[in-house]
C-alpha cells in the first residue's frame, strides 16, 4: 500500500470512528438528520480556504496562503458595501445577491492574483508575501467597512446558498463538493496540475523543465484567492452581516485541515479528496467537543495539538512502517503520484 493510500484510509477510518464515538457519547443524537445537515452546513467554508491552503503548499517553496480568510472577509465586505450602495437587498434581491456574488468572486481573483504576482515577480517567500497582504486585507476592509459589520441581508438567491436543502444536502455543501471534484480533476488531468506537483518535488528540475514557472504560481494564488472569495460568499449566505474579523481562527484551522489530508509542508503532493475527508473529519471532532460541554478554549487547544502531532507524524511514512515489505515492493511507491 502507498504512503498517499495509507492516507486517504487513515482518514476513512479516522470519520467512521468519529461517528460512532458521536454515536456512543449522544445516545444517537448525533447522526438526527438535523445535526448532520448542521455538520455538512459549517464544512463548505473552512473546506474551501483549506483546498486554497493545499494548493499553495503543492507549489513548494515554503508555499502557503495565509491569507484566506482575510481575503474571504474583504471580498464580502467590499462586494456589500458596494452592492449596497448601489441598490440595497430589500429592492431587487436577485439583482443584489448576483452582484454581490460576482463582486466575491473578482475581489477574491484579484487578491489572489495580487499574491501571485509579488510570489513570482520579486520571488517573495510565499509564507511570508501572505503574511503581508493578509494584514493588509484585513486593514483594507476596516477601512471600507469603518471597522463594523456590514449588513448584507437575506435576500432569496443569496439566503437559498446558505441555509436551504438539495435532496436532504444543504447547497453549500454541495457546491464545495461540485468545486472539490473540479479542482481535483484539473490537477489529476491537466497539465497544470503536473506543473504544480513538479515544482514542489523538484524545483530544480522545474526549471529546466520549461514550463511556465510564474505562470503556474499566478494561476495557483489566483485560485486560491478565487476560494477565498466563494467562501466569502458562503460566509454571507450563512450569516446577515460580513465582518473584517469573521473566522479568526479559520487560518489555523485551514492549515491544520491540509495537514491531516497529507498534504506535504515542503510541497509536491496533496490530493484534494483527502482534503474534503480531513475537513469533514475536523467537523465531526469540533461538533464531539460540543456534544462533550467543552468550551471554546480547550477546542483552540486541541486544534493547535492536532496540528503539531500530524506535522510530527508526517515526518515519517507509517503505513510503510506497518506494512514494510509491500511498501519496499512496490516499484511505484518512490514515482510522485498524480493527486486525484
Not at 456512543?24 to 459549517?42: P, T, Y
Not at 508575501?129 to 437575506?154: D, E, H
Not at 485560485?223 to 477565498?228: A, D, K, M, N, P
Request: proline share 4%; hydrophobic share 55%; charged share 10%.
Amino acid at each position: 500500500m502507498r504512503r498517499t493510500d495509507g492516507q486517504f484510509v487513515m482518514l476513512v477510518v479516522m470519520n467512521a470512528m468519529l461517528l460512532v464515538a458521536g454515536v456512543l457519547i449522544s445516545g444517537g443524537s448525533f447522526l438526527s438528520l438535523f445535526n448532520l445537515q448542521s455538520m455538512a452546513g459549517q464544512v463548505p467554508e473552512i473546506g474551501l480556504l483549506a483546498i486554497g491552503v493545499m494548493l499553495a503548499m503543492c507549489a513548494g517553496n515554503g508555499g502557503i496562503d495565509l491569507s484566506g480568510i482575510a481575503l474571504a472577509n474583504l471580498s464580502g465586505v467590499v462586494s456589500a458595501v458596494l452592492m449596497v450602495s448601489i441598490l440595497g437587498p430589500a429592492s431587487d434581491p436577485t439583482t443584489f445577491s448576483l452582484g454581490f456574488m460576482i463582486g466575491c468572486l473578482v475581489v477574491g481573483f484579484a487578491g489572489g492574483l495580487f499574491n501571485g504576482f509579488l510570489i513570482a515577480r520579486f520571488s517573495i517567500t510565499p509564507i511570508l508575501c501572505t503574511l503581508g497582504t493578509q494584514m493588509a486585507f484585513m486593514g483594507l476592509a476596516i477601512v471600507v467597512s469603518q471597522g463594523r459589520a456590514v449588513t448584507v441581508g437575506s435576500p432569496a438567491l443569496l439566503s437559498s446558498l446558505g441555509n436551504d436543502m438539495l435532496f436532504g444536502v444543504p447547497i453549500s455543501f454541495v457546491i464545495f463538493i461540485v468545486v472539490a471534484t473540479m479542482i481535483g480533476a484539473v490537477l489529476k488531468f491537466t497539465p497544470f496540475g503536473l506543473w504544480l506537483m513538479l515544482m514542489g518535488t523538484n524545483p530544480k528540475a522545474a526549471t529546466f523543465a520549461g514550463f511556465p514557472k510564474n505562470g503556474v504560481i499566478l494561476a495557483t494564488y489566483a485560485l486560491s484567492g478565487t476560494l477565498s472569495g466563494l467562501a466569502g460568499i458562503i460566509i454571507a449566505a450563512r450569516n446577515v452581516n460580513v465582518k473584517f474579523d469573521y473566522g479568526s481562527s479559520y487560518l489555523l484551522i485551514a492549515i491544520l485541515i491540509a495537514v491531516m489530508a497529507g498534504v506535504r509542508p515542503e510541497g509536491g503532493y496533496g490530493r484534494v479528496v483527502c482534503v474534503v475527508l480531513s475537513a469533514v473529519a475536523l467537523q465531526l471532532m469540533s461538533s464531539l467537543l460540543n456534544f462533550g460541554g467543552l468550551s471554546n478554549f480547550v477546542r483552540d487547544f486541541a486544534w493547535g495539538a492536532l496540528l503539531l502531532t500530524f506535522l510530527a507524524v508526517g515526518r515519517y511514512d507509517v503505513m510503510g512502517f506497518l506494512a514494510p515489505t509491500r511498501h519496499s515492493e512496490d516499484p511505484s511507491a518512490s514515482v510522485p503520484q498524480s493527486p486525484k
